[in-house]
């Protein structure tokens, strides 16, 4: 990798040669291998979360995340930074990426706060800083590799990630109202209870949909029936009240609630998610035209394609590290060194920091999991809470040089140069990585929903 080697090839590449010296097996295992390891049935969800997402920016449904979230809190010090924050937690539960809401809502974020005389750097920064939330808010695809690999339940997962994102997202806001006071900024738009009270009438509606449909099916009620009758009111609700986001809003509670009530699973979740782009798109808002989807399409064939072959390419360098019993011999390691859960946790959070900055976050899970988990499981450590403690890692850093995803397309959306994105998203550092001590050292904080709802 370091020579320039793209990862996947390295990685079965590096296989190859150790099943030819070694003799160790057949050659063709390697083939047999990268096979076995995409032929998953939870790996199916991965196209159908990102074009869930690709679906949601290209049918406008980003602008009505946008709008909504500054009526919700515009009106705020620092309003657009709250905005920024605001509309990721919303996107977040649709995209499951975080270079899809950098990329999608993050161009609208930018333009609206040059537009209003924001520094462009802080812009950025908090662009960046609030893309994060992206895998950590379900649905999430990191989340989706990491369960495939360390065999744990996607829903706990997504479940674990929900108030661990809460907690970032109020960080995240905390950090823009102390620029805010510092800066002498005012609200980006006039308070307006009409327009407040809007906003919170939407998130009424949705809070509340989903608890009468959960309350009628409780009470005896047909649950199919039931649900089909609650969307079809509520679509009649949402043309008559001509509602900003009630129906974007309701992804994320379609997802979780059908995952947490049994209806369907992760998997069969990323393609209700799709199923339910497509009718926002081509059928209830009408923004989504044939070229629109067939560009989708495409760029979600040519990411699932990426992600996939590093992921084939990784189950053949997770065998080998178990055949020639390398994990073993660094769990042995580690636990020589220490058996001290605290500090093992530091140390793995530097690991995955460092790593991080080198290897995408599918990449980076691929490898770490069949080396860490071992000893994670060995400590009593939870592995769902280990999940998420990885994926936060490698969501930082999407934020670092040399390999930070986000850094490439804000410096291109911003039109900055690499070294100005670089410190623009700094100060950012400082609320991203204090989530992550709370969530590391504070499990409750990400198993206590999973627990609840096992």
């Given amino acids: 990798m370091g020579s320039g080697i793209p990862v996947a090839i390295a ?7 150790y099943v030819m010296t070694t003799g160790i097996a057949p050659d063709f295992i390697i083939i047999h291998r990268m096979f076995a390891g995409v032929d998953s049935f939870p790996l199916l969800s991965v196209p159908f979360f990102i074009m869930a997402g690709n679906l949601m920016n290209s049918a406008g449904i980003t602008n009505r995340i946008y709008n909504f979230a500054l009526a919700l809190v515009g009106w705020l010090k620092g309003g657009l930074g709250h905005v920024n924050v605001v509309g990721s937690v919303i996107f977040s539960g649709m995209s ?3 270079v899809a809401d950098a990329a999608g809502l993050g161009t609208i974020e930018i333009r609206a706060m040059k537009e209003h005389g924001y520094d462009v750097e802080f812009a950025v920064g908090v662009t960046a800083a609030s893309a994060t939330l992206g895998p950590i808010i ?3 695809l990191p989340f989706v590799i990491y369960g495939m690999m360390a065999s744990v339940s996607i829903g706990q997962l997504f479940l674990a990630g929900i108030v ?37 009438g939407e998130l009424v509606v949705i809070t509340l949909f989903p608890l009468i449909l959960w309350a009628a099916i409780s009470w005896g009620a047909p649950p199919r029936p039931t649900v089909i009758g609650g969307f079809a009111i509520l679509l009649v609700i949402d043309r008559i009240m001509k509602f900003a986001a009630v129906l ?22 990323a393609i209700a998610a799709c199923v339910w782009a497509l009718f926002l798109g081509l059928v209830w808002y009408r923004t989504l035209t044939w ?7 495409l760029d979600t064939v040519e990411t699932t394609a990426t992600v996939l072959f590093i992921v084939s390419a990784a189950s053949v360098f997770g065998w080998m590290l178990t055949v020639s019993k390398t994990t073993e011999i660094i769990a042995e390691w580690v636990l020589n060194f220490t058996q001290n859960k605290e500090m093992f946790l530091l140390l793995a959070n530097l690991l995955m920091l460092f790593v991080g900055c080198f290897l995408e976050p599918t990449a980076a899970i691929t490898i770490l999991t069949p080396i860490l988990l071992p000893i994670v499981m060995q400590l009593g450590i939870d592995p769902v809470h280990f999940g998420l403690i990885m994926v936060l890692n490698l969501m930082i850093g999407l934020l670092h040089p ?9 410096a291109r959306v911003a039109n ?4 100005r994105t670089t410190m623009a998203i700094l100060p950012w550092l400082v609320p991203l990585l204090f989530s992550l001590v709370l969530v590391t050292y504070v499990p409750t904080i990400s198993l206590w929903l999973p627990a609840l709802l096992k």
Avoid: C, Q
């Fill in 138 to 140: 379900p649905p999430s």
């Fill in 164 to 200: 661990p994102g809460v907690v970032m997202a109020l960080l995240m806001m905390l950090t823009v109202s102390y620029y805010a006071h510092k800066n002498g900024w005012g609200a980006d738009i006039v308070f307006s209870w009409p327009r407040v009270g809007g906003a919170l």
């Fill in 416 to 419: 900055l140069s690499f070294e």
């Fill in 96 to 98: 499951g990426t975080a």
């Fill in 11 to 17: 990685m079965a590449g590096s296989s190859l040669v």
């Fill in 402 to 410: 040399p390999m930070g995803l986000v850094l490439f397309v804000l």
């Fill in 291 to 297: 070229p629109m989807f067939l560009k989708a399409s």
């Fill in 248 to 269: 974007p809003l309701l992804t994320p509670i379609l997802l979780i609630g059908g995952m947490t009530s049994g209806v369907f699973t992760a998997t069969e979740g």
